[in-house]
Each structure stands twice: as C-alpha cells, then as structure tokens.
C-alpha cells in the first residue's frame, strides 16, 4: 500500500502475530483483560450476533473498578482537551503505510481460528474488529481489514513517506486514513502519556511549593535581619529622593561660592532698562536658562501713568518772564513722581523743611502763611514720600517739590571734605531720588482695586477718583538745581533754626514774594500690563509653599543695581544645580520676580489679591530679598523665625573664620520687628497673615557711601564703590537660600511659638501704661457684660501669661518629634512611624494657621478694627502712620496698630473693641497649641 500523510492520527505500536498459533479467541481473551478498562463505553449498534457483539456484550458486563473509571474519564479528558498536545506526540513517531497492523480476513486463516462453525465463511462478512479512539472517546468499528504479518516481533516505526494525490485514500470522518491503531496499542499509549503527564505535574508542583517556600523563608530572613531605617530616610526613598540635608547644603554652598555668576548678572543687568511693564523678556531669557526650574509670567492689568513731560519754571510774577528752569533729568530719562497729578499749575511757593507735623506746627506758631501754595520739601529718611505728601494736602499744599539735602547724608558730605559720586563717596549733584506718592501705608497696590483682584470680581468696577492717590502735581529735583529757586527765599519769614547744607540758601520758609513757580507734570494716565515672572520648584508636599520674592522694576528705568533680582537668579541658579541631582525639595518652592514695586508694590498686591485663598492654604512664609545698598545686614521678621534664622547665619561663612553670624553679633545688630516699612512683603504679612522676613543689606553710614533711589547712578559703579569684589550679592544669595532649604528640608516648620507670644506680652504691657485712666473704670459694651476695662485688660493679661507657658510646652514637642523623625527604628514599629507621620501633618497645619489667626475678618471701614486704614487687617504688625513711642527698639512699626490708632486717636470703643478681638484670638491659639 502507498503511503499517504496523516492527519490527527495517534501514534500506535504494530502488533505482529504469528498466523499459525494466535487465534482470534487469543485476541478475544488479551481483550477480556483490558476490557474492564473501557467499562462502561457506548458502542455501535451490531445487526447480527458476532465475536464483535459477544465482546462487545462482555465489556458491558464488565463493571471495572473507580480507578479504571478514573483513567477512562482522564484519557476522554485528554483526548478532547489536549489534541494538541497528541498531535505533537503523532509528529514524533508516524508509521510507513505498509506497517501499520491490520487484520485482514483471508478464507484459510478464518476456518483455522474460527469459533463458531456456524458464522459466515464469506471474509466480507467478517465483522471488523473494534477500535478504541481517543478522541472519540468510543469503540467504533473499523472499516480497514487486518493484515496479519507473519513475523513474530515488533516492527518500529519508520519515517511514512510523502503523500501524493494519486495514493490519497478518502477516509469516513474520524477514521485514520491509514487503518486504526488497536484498543491496546491506544490504551497503553494513553496510559503511558498520562503516567508521564502526572510525573511531570508532580515534579512542577513539587517545584513551585519549593520555590514558594523558599521565597517566604528568604523574605522572612531578610524581614528579621532588615536594617532600621527613619521616617526621614523612608519618605526620601519614596519619591525617589537620595540626597540628604548635609548633600543638599554642600552642593548648593559650593555651587555659589565657587563657581559665582553674579559678575555676568549684574553686567547684562545693568545693561538693560527696567521701566515697570517693560523689558520682562530679558528676565525670561535668563529665567530659561534653568531648564529643571518651572518658568511661568502672569500678566495683570494695573492703573498707573506714564510720564510725557515734566517741567518747573521760575519766573517773575509781575513781568512773567521765566527767570530759570532747572534740569530735572539725571540723564536721558524723565524724572517723575508716580500717581502724582497730571496738569500744569502756577503758584507761589514755601519751604517747609522735612514736612513733618512738627514743623507745620512750627510754621503755625510763627504765624507764617503756608496754605495755597506749592511746598518745597526735602525727604526724610524716617518718612515715606506717601505720608509726607499726605501731611502736605492737609496743610493747603496745591503742589510739591521735593530734594534731597546734603547734610541729611551724614558723614560723606562735601562740606566735611568727601567728593561727589563718582569720585568719592558724597552725593552726586544731579542725582534724584524717585518714590511712588501712592498712599501704600493706607493700602498697596493698584488704587483702583483696593482689597480685590479685577480677575475675580469682573462685576466690580474700578474706582475712578481712589482716595489713595493724591490730587496735586508733584515733582523731584536735585539739590543743586533746587538752590536757586530757594535762594529766592532768603531773609523772607523767621529763621526757624532749621539748616542744610545749601551754601546760598538760608533755610528760611518764606512764602515767596514777586516769585512763582509753574510746575509741568503730563502724564499719562491708563490700565497697562506689568508681569510677574515666577521659577517654580514642585516639592514632596505639595499643600506646604515658600515664596521668595523681590522687585526688578526702576521709576527712572536705568539703574536699579541694589535690587535683589541679581540674587534671585543666583539662587535660582543653585536650585536648578541641585534639581540635576534629581533633588526634589520637600515643599514647594517658587521665586518670583515682582513688577511694579515701586509703584506702589502692584505686582505682589495684584498677586495676592489674586491667589489669596490659595495662599492662606498652602504658603506659611514669605521671604523677600531686599535691596543691597551697603554692608550692614538688615534682617527684619516675623518673631516666629527668630532662631531658624541665626543657625542659618552660623552656616554662612564671610572668611575662613567668620561667620555671618559672628559678623552680625559683632556689629550689635539685631533681628528688627517686620512691617518696619511698605515692601513686597506687606501683602503676605499685613493682609494675608502668612509670616513675613525681609533680608537685605543697608548703608553703614560710617563706611558707605550715599544711597539712591531709582536713580540712574545705582549703577555697577556705585555698587563697587563699597563692594569692590562684588560679594555681597553672592554672600546674600548664599544665606537666603540655604533658609529656604531649611525651612523646606525638615519635616516640621522650624519656628519659635514662644517669641511670638513673648513680643505680644511685652508690647501690651507698654500700652496698658499709656491707657488714660479714666477709661481704666469705663463699663465695656463688648461683649456686652459692661465690666470694667481694667478688668478685662487684666484677663487678657493672664491669659497672654498661659499661652505663654504652654507656647513653651509646644516648642519642646516640635523639637522632640523632629528628633524623633532622624530616629531609626525596625521595621516591625513601622506604626510608630506612621505615628509620627500623623504628628507632622498635625503640628505644621497648626504652625500655618498660627499667624493666620491674628488676621481680622471685616474689612469695610464700619466694622474694621482699624477705622483709617481698613485694608492692613492683621491684629499684631502695620506699617507705623508716624513716628511712634510706643515701642523705642521699633519706631517705625506698630505692634497691635488697632490699640495704638484707639489710643492715638481717643476712640474708647475702638480699643475696646480691638482688646476683645485679641484676648478671642489669643484663646483659639491656646486651644490650637493645646
């Protein structure tokens, strides 16, 4: 027979008999031992009785056992679930065609092993034998005849032979084409692949149960022996950090100190223009420089002016022929005053010395003549321009010119030998100092959107004649350009002892006779865009910020050397060093660069009025880099970081053997109370109640020299002139950014709650000696129990005293638990951890609430605890109105500005009102720390 190629077939063993000696009843009784195998199966119906049907019968009868059942269901199961894996098994041994077993019925053979005599002797008669198929899971009857070899042994299998169509056999469906394996040859071969299949079961199982075991047991080894760690350590890991505290400082320190890039700041920088709503793309191409920093610009709409013209001319009343007309620009750039009116006026005019209340009082006692004329004004350094113009409108001023004088200068003054910028340290003779005459010590930022951002309440209108802006023209000028129209002055009015150092001017007021002024003041008026830029760091916790800030914008445009947007780049420069060492700060860190500063501090203003509730959320402390103007580091603060900031000063080094802080204590300078004055930080600390620092470096009037203000000459030349190396920027960047790192490294806020109390106990027990005493015995209204004040101001005084004691309980917590966060435990307190985990989000939600709570709540003028300047809302800190004795080491703040405004004012309700407020606050602080 050809050979033909097989599909699906289940390989089997050709049996060979001799023909001689097996019988067909040897067949039928080798089947009577494997028959109970296959009980019970379902056969094909048989029309006649047969050896098929009596072993068919026989097999039925034949119950089997549990354990024949079980390999029976198991090869069905196989058989129809694994043809796969039979049909591998076919591949590997496929028989020649001519070697297959079959019976095949021959005349002779059947009478020699025939059983019964009766049966047919036509070999088409023959039953064919039945097959057990595997995939059939049945016998069925074989249409192929045996073929009985006459070897006697077992023929192997032999590789078949290419099918060709002519030798292809049609098969019935389900039936080798080649002939059927016999019901042994199947049943062993399945048989023997399930015994194989169950070995190799085993062993894998046996395998895995290994393996399994054997990973506990390691796990359990390594758990027992797993080295303690600390929360500290836990949390870096989880966000992928690997650099510590110590990493961290090293990297920045070096950074700046050895590889310092302010000489190429300060050189483009003074380069550039830096008018207010100008020129921010030059800070944006730098800011981009620090690819792993977040660069965004806000865009806010502002009113403010720009200057066209400004002009002053003397000249004579009865001829009106203009006599002289001092320069009023330093260089090629108008000199102006912002937020002064726009408009031309004539008038005669009066010197009215630094325009203080004192010497207006002066003038009124002298009977001299002031109202309705313009005021020549020289700046006082312990004034704002703001309230000194203020103070002017209210005693008839219809316009102002204001000057620097020489002698307020100090030691470096022409008169006692020094030369004049550049050549030495005394004032330059055209300089002119530039201030906003916005009232910014009433409420910053824009005028027209006092207390609210245009971008949250499109609704509300702007207000279109704010009563923060003054009403008359205003203009500076130089000292020497200022001189002839005050020798004009001379021998009219008293001398009033007041002097300068004006060689031709006798220092008397006046008024004018036969003289007058015409002051030229066009501006133009308008809402125009400033931009803050801000470089974003995102830290670990995300509801937990920093924001340090500084101005970049100039009145005059060119100069502006003293700001700290140098040292805000070199900062941001060391941060962006460290973000390459996948340094990811534990809180978010953003540095901003405001504009519109001095304008009137609108960029911070509109930032905050914007961002306010976010703020209130998210950031406890700004920081802002102030101006460096000389050698004398100036610290001003919120009490609360008192002590963070002197371990940052020890971490600084000036040389190999001083510190910041041995330089700081040796000169006798001390931390100053924040709010000294109006600056970026007012929104955050006065408004907001987020804790405030201001860091910057002031003249030492006995090395330095004189200062200016938004003028040209605060230049690359005046900063060397008392920096010849141009280190103190760097020296700043350098302790300014290291706080911000250890304000964000540890995990709990580094603050001081018992300063803070400390300062409120001290500056309320000044103010209760200076309350009148008859208001001591007054019945209160508030809360309306009407006992006397005394007595509650003694409540509030025990009050204050156990706050104070229990303040002290919480900083020894604060500090024990970040202790405890360095400290390393086993895994198996992991709940200790998770303890302290708590603690941390518990004791710094409280420190951020903290300052917050001193904020007042109303803030329209009837209900405010400050009836005449409203906007400024927190409890504790403000801006001093004047200079204030209340406080000799902080005359130029207010602690507790609402009782200090009742007090100076006599409005009994007023500070009864602000003595309940305070004592309500200071009970929810006790329950806070508690």
Known sequence: MSSSKR??????????????????????????????????????????????????????????????????????????????????????????????????????????????????????????????????????????????????????PETPEEDSDDNHIDEPNGINSHGCPSIAESLIEEATYLRDLTISQIKRRRFFAISIFSIFCIFIFNLIFLPRTSLDRDLRRLYGGSLTFDDISRVYINQLHYNSKINNYLLHYNENTHFTGKNHKFIENYAETFEYLGINTEKYEVYMGTPIDTRIQLFNEKTKKIIFEPNLKESDTVSYIPYSKSGTLEGNYVYVNYGTIDDYNTLKENNIKIENNIFIIRYNKETHLSLIVENAIKNGAIGIITYNDPFD????????????????????HHEVDKFTSNYIYYQPGDPTTPGWSPYLFQDHKRLKNPKTIPNIPILPISFTEIEPLLTKLNGLGPNLNWVGNLENFKYTPGPSVDYAIKLINEIDYGVKPIYNIIMEIPGIITDEEIILGTSRDVISGLG???????????????????????????????????????????????????????????????????????????????????????????????????????NFEYNNNTIGMISEEVNDYTIFQNHLGIPSINIGFKQDENTDPVSY????????????????????????SQFIGMLVIELSEHEIINVSTNDYLQVISTSLNKLYDRVPK???????????????????MKKLNNTVQNVLELTKIFDKEMKSLQEEIIQ???????????????????????????????VTVFKDTEQSLSVIRPWY?????????????????????????????????????????????????????????S
């Not at 034949?62 to 354990?67: E, I, N, Q, V």
């Not at 200068?409 to 330059?428: A, H, I, Q, V």
């Not at 938004?710 to 700043?732: A, R, T, Y």
């Open 824 to 854: 390393d435990y086993p895994w198996f307190k992991l709940l200790n951890k998770i303890k302290t985990a708590i603690k941390i989000k518990m004791y710094n939600s409280k420190i951020k609430s903290l300052d917050k709570m001193f």
């Open 709 to 732: 203000y938004n003028s040209n000459f605060d230049n690359l030349e005046l900063l060397k002139s008392f920096d010849p190396d141009l280190k103190l920027h760097n020296l700043l």
């Open 409 to 428: 200068d100090g030691k470096f003054t022409e008169k006692n030998g020094y030369m004049n910028f550049p050549l030495g340290y005394s004032r330059n």
């Open 7 to 156: 599909k699906g077939n289940i390989p089997h063993l050709n049996i060979v008999t001799n023909s001689t000696t097996d019988s067909l009843s040897t067949i039928s009784n080798a089947s009577d031992q494997i028959r109970p195998l296959l009980s019970p199966i379902v056969s094909e119906p048989d029309e006649t009785p047969s050896i098929k049907q009596h072993l068919h019968d026989k097999m039925l009868l034949s119950p089997g056992d549990a354990d024949d059942d079980l390999l029976l269901r198991s090869l069905k199961f196989a058989s129809m679930s694994n043809t796969n894996l039979l049909s591998s098994y076919n591949n590997l041994s496929k028989y020649k065609s001519n070697s297959r077993l079959s019976l095949i019925s021959s005349k002779s053979s059947l009478k020699q092993y025939k059983d019964d005599p009766t049966s047919s002797t036509d070999p088409t008669s023959l039953e064919s034998p039945y097959i057990f198929q595997p995939n059939n899971s049945k016998i069925i009857r074989s249409n192929a005849s045996f073929q009985i070899q006459q070897q006697s042994h077992i023929v192997l």
């Open 560 to 662: 502006g050397l003293s700001n700290g947007e140098v040292g805000l780049f070199e900062i941001a420069r060391g941060f962006n060093e460290l973000a390459k060492l996948n340094w990811k700060p534990l809180r978010t860190i953003k540095l901003i660069s405001w504009d519109g500063s001095n304008h009137g501090q609108l960029g911070s203003t509109e930032y905050g009025e914007y961002y306010a509730q976010r703020l209130i959320n998210n950031c406890f402390v700004y920081i802002n880099f102030d101006n460096i103007r000389g050698n004398k580091l100036s610290i001003n603060s919120n009490p609360l970081f008192n002590n963070v900031l002197k371990k940052v000063m020890d971490l600084i080094l000036i040389n190999n053997n001083e510190s910041l802080l041995d």
């Open 873 to 929: 809302r927190h409890l504790i800190f403000a801006p001093s109105l004047h200079s204030s004795d209340f406080d000799s080491n902080s005359s130029r703040v207010d602690i507790l500005p609402g009782l200090i405004e009742a007090l100076t004012s006599g409005n009994f309700e007023l500070f009864e009102l602000n003595l309940i407020s305070l004592d309500d606050t200071i009970n929810r602080i006790a329950l806070t720390l």
């Open 774 to 792: 008859e208001w001591l015995e007054k019945p209160m209204k508030y809360p309306f129990d009407y006992q006397k004040l005394e007595d509650e």
